[in-house]
């Protein structure tokens, strides 16, 4: 509402403005998958930018270039999930969550001093990727074509008279109305 | 009023807006009483044309009866007229109106330098378009305010319904001038990709201009099965080499004539390995349109054939092999519809009883519905192919 605000005062001088918003195409679940990709692209960017800040939480340090790689990955992920493809999207960060939740796997155990943050972010993943997968689920069920119960158009042709009575019955167009004062009817 | 409104990718609302007012003498108010959503819709729906803004009213096929008329009508339209609203707004004065260049009108712009920059010349105004066109509300609405009514509107004779004289407004001139854009001969056969709703009158059209055969290509039975109704023989892209069947019905010589009813939104699929690839440079801005019909038509298309293009492209495609085309002698002819230049002949057509443009409403429902249309449209579930919405 607040975008449609400012547009409004960039709208045409008497062009009609939304005064009160109503129910919207998008339904609850891809308003989810359009949260998660923003998600994706602020963590995905946090990784990119201060790798070093995640390495130390969970107590992996040296290990900068792979979480950069993982940020670039989540970057990839959010911008799909924002794409009108965003079933796509969820399934490949779900992907994602997979390779996250193997990567942390070593940092939880062992003398690890930062194994319980790291036991944390492996919980939070693992509930995030039940998040996904549902979201996944849901959108795939609720977006679907629904091959094998399509209607059969067949009986309209189109043509009142019959395809025969059709076929080829205006040949001679007449001249288009090039030259004509349209003012003048 | 209620309309229904673009508020960004995939958000259409049914909101209350303030009502539309005359601005200038040759403005109208036109009550709607029946507007459609468009396959042309979509690409606003999906954000792939730029230059929406939240708050923008959707919509440019519409009919309905006028309510208000500005000072300068001169009795050209009065009160209570039954019209179409086409999508193009034209002054009828300039000197592409006068050459029936309509849909490039040079007046009607209001966002005329926004449009020069990006395509080099201006187009017409368009309704319910983005702001590359104008930036007019469009007609999916109770009410609308109709620029230079006088001119650009077309009136509807009291022997034709509603649902018959609607599609007048777009879909109906814009396959009409596709077929005739490939200057039909009865020996021709004819290739149209795309079975919605502006390839269905693309295919009614070719028929009643003579081709020797039509042929149609879509993936979804209830689309093939309505082009098959009016005498095209189907192709299921997903069943069968298109190429290989256009081949097979044409001596091996390919169709002398083809109509891209698709555009910039072709259906990607792992087995059109272009498709994907035109769906990920999309996706990072790198291309905005999916031309595979286009590489496609170029590839098939009988040489010195002709290739016609009613789809909606928006601006930089990728991969079109103009030396394929250049070498085998295609004509292209493309464009928004000049609608005005079809209009009497079309309604003369539809009076005779030749066609009924109503064959192809599959939905109806209520203005306020609207939002759950266009993602219904979209899914192309319940074999949704045209969706009208009664105000």
């Known amino acids: ?185 | 009023m209620k309309a229904l409104v673009w508020h960004g990718k995939e958000d259409i609302r049914c909101d209350t807006v303030s009502d539309p007012e005359i601005l200038e003498p040759r403005d109208a108010i036109v009550k709607v009483t029946s507007c459609a959503i468009c396959g042309s819709d979509l690409h606003l729906f999906h954000n792939f044309v730029p230059a929406m803004m939240p708050g923008d009213i959707m919509g440019h096929e519409a009919i309905g009866e006028v309510v208000e008329v500005g000072s300068g009508m001169n009795g050209r339209l009065r009160k209570g007229e039954r019209v179409v609203v086409p999508f193009t707004i034209i002054c009828g004065e300039c000197e592409q109106c006068l050459r029936g260049n309509f849909s490039v009108c040079e007046r009607t712009n209001r966002n005329k330098h926004l449009a020069e920059k990006v395509f080099g010349h201006t187009t017409a105004g368009l309704f319910g378009y983005t702001h590359l066109t104008g930036g007019y509300p469009g007609v999916q609405a109770e009410y609308v305010r109709v620029p230079f009514a006088d001119t650009t509107h077309v009136k509807v004779p009291d022997s034709l319904s509603d649902d018959q004289a609607l599609f007048l407004s777009d879909i109906l001139p814009t396959g009409w001038q596709a077929a005739v854009h490939c200057d039909i001969e009865p020996n021709d056969t004819v290739a149209i990709w795309g079975c919605g709703p502006v390839g269905q009158m693309a295919i009614r059209s070719a028929i009643l201009l003579g081709a020797r055969q039509v042929v149609a290509i879509d993936r979804l039975s209830d689309r093939l099965s309505m082009a098959e109704a009016s005498g095209a023989i189907p192709i299921n892209f997903e069943q069968e080499s298109v190429i290989g069947r256009l081949l097979d019905l044409t001596e091996g010589k390919g169709p002398e004539k083809c109509i891209d009813c698709v555009g910039m939104e072709s259906h990607v699929s792992f087995s059109q390995p272009d498709t994907v690839y035109d769906r990920a440079k999309q996706m990072f801005m790198l291309e905005n349109d999916r031309p595979h019909v286009l590489r496609e038509m170029i590839y098939v298309c009988r040489p010195a054939g002709i290739i016609s293009v009613p789809g909606v492209y928006s601006g930089f495609s990728d991969k079109v092999p103009l030396g394929m085309a250049m070498n085998k002698g295609l004509t292209f002819r493309m464009g928004q519809t000049h609608v005005h230049r079809w209009t009497d002949d079309l309604i003369h057509h539809i009076e005779e009883g030749l066609l009924d443009p109503s064959f192809v409403i599959t939905h109806m429902a209520g203005l306020e519905d609207g939002p759950e249309m266009y993602r219904l449209f979209r899914d192309k579930q319940d074999s949704c192919i045209k969706v009208v919405l009664k105000s």
């Open chain 1, 1 to 185: 509402m607040a975008l449609t605000y400012v547009s409004n005062l960039l709208r045409h001088e008497g062009d009609p403005h939304v005064i009160e918003t109503g129910p919207s195409s998008l339904s609850s679940l891809d308003r989810m998958a359009r949260l998660l990709g923003w998600f994706s692209v602020g963590l995905g960017l946090m990784e990119l930018v201060a790798p070093g800040r995640v390495t130390r939480a969970l107590g992996i340090e040296g290990s900068e270039r792979f979480v950069q790689a993982c940020g670039l990955r989540e970057i990839g992920s959010g911008l799909l999930c924002l794409s009108v493809d965003k079933e796509l999207g969820l399934w490949s960060r779900v992907a994602g969550d997979a390779l996250d939740l193997t990567s942390l796997l070593p940092p939880m155990t062992g003398d690890n001093p930062q194994r319980d943050n790291a036991q944390l972010a492996a919980m939070i993943v693992a509930g995030i990727t039940l998040l996904d997968v549902l979201t996944a689920k849901g959108l795939r069920q609720q977006h679907k074509e629904g091959d094998g119960m399509r209607r059969d158009y067949s009986t309209r042709s189109g043509f009142p008279q019959g395809l025969a009575k059709a076929k080829g019955a205006v040949r001679a167009l007449r001249q288009p109305m090039q030259g004509r004062d349209l003012r003048v009817h």
